[in-house]
C-alpha cells in the first residue's frame, strides 16, 4: 500500500486498481455522485484510465477508521494561461454525509497538498445551492472568491457556481499525521 494520510476520524489512501469497481458504482449512481454535480456513466475500464491519466488527477479513497470506504476526495491540476492551478473536488456516500468526515477529509488534502506541493493556492468549486459543500470549504479555511455564472452544466441546466480559494498564508499548522505503510 502507498502512503496514508491519517486524521482523528478518516484516513485518505491513493486510490488503487482495487478500489476501481467502488468508485465506478459511486459515480454513476446519482445519489452518491450527488444532486450537484454532472451525471456521469462510467464503465470500470474509463475509471482505469483515469488512473493513468496524463492529466495529473490524483484520487484518494476516504476511509474511516474500521477501514469502511465512503467517499473520495481529489486534486488536479486546471491549466490557466499563466499556468497550472490546482483544485480539489470530494464527494461522500449519503449515509456518511453531515458527519464532519468530508471536513476532516478536505483538511487532510489540504495539508498534504501544501506539505507537498511548491504552490499558493488551492481552489475548488461547487454550485452556488451545494450549502453544505460551501460549509466544508469554509470550515477548512477557503475564502469566497465570488460566482462563476453560467459555469456548470448539471442535469440538463447551466447552473452559478462559487469559486473559493486557500492561500498558503492562510493555511493553519497542518492537522494530520502522514505515514507510510
Not at 449519503?94 to 497538498?113: H, N, Q, S, W
Request: net charge neutral.
Amino acid at each position: 500500500m502507498l502512503g496514508l494520510l491519517e486524521g482523528k476520524n478518516v484516513n485518505l489512501r491513493i486510490m488503487e486498481k482495487e478500489d476501481l469497481p467502488q468508485f465506478a458504482e459511486w459515480v454513476n449512481k446519482p445519489d452518491v455522485f450527488g444532486e450537484y454535480n454532472p451525471l456521469h456513466q462510467m464503465p470500470k475500464t474509463e475509471a482505469e484510465k483515469m488512473l493513468e491519466s496524463p492529466l495529473e488527477l490524483t484520487p484518494f479513497i476516504i476511509e474511516r477508521k474500521d477501514g469502511s470506504k465512503i467517499g473520495f476526495v481529489a486534486h488536479f491540476h486546471v491549466l490557466h494561461v499563466a499556468g497550472k492551478l490546482l483544485e480539489i473536488g470530494y464527494s461522500l456516500v449519503p449515509d456518511e454525509r453531515g458527519k464532519g468526515y468530508c471536513t476532516e477529509a478536505v483538511g487532510i488534502m489540504v495539508d498534504y497538498l501544501f506539505l507537498s506541493r511548491d504552490t499558493t493556492r488551492i481552489q475548488a468549486c461547487t454550485d452556488k445551492r451545494n450549502l453544505a459543500s460551501q460549509k466544508v470549504l469554509e470550515k477548512v479555511g477557503f475564502k469566497k472568491e465570488g460566482t462563476m455564472r453560467k459555469y456548470l452544466f448539471i442535469r440538463g441546466e447551466l447552473r452559478d457556481a462559487f469559486l473559493y480559494s486557500i492561500l498558503r498564508e492562510e493555511w493553519k499548522e497542518p492537522q494530520i499525521l502522514t505515514k507510510t505503510a
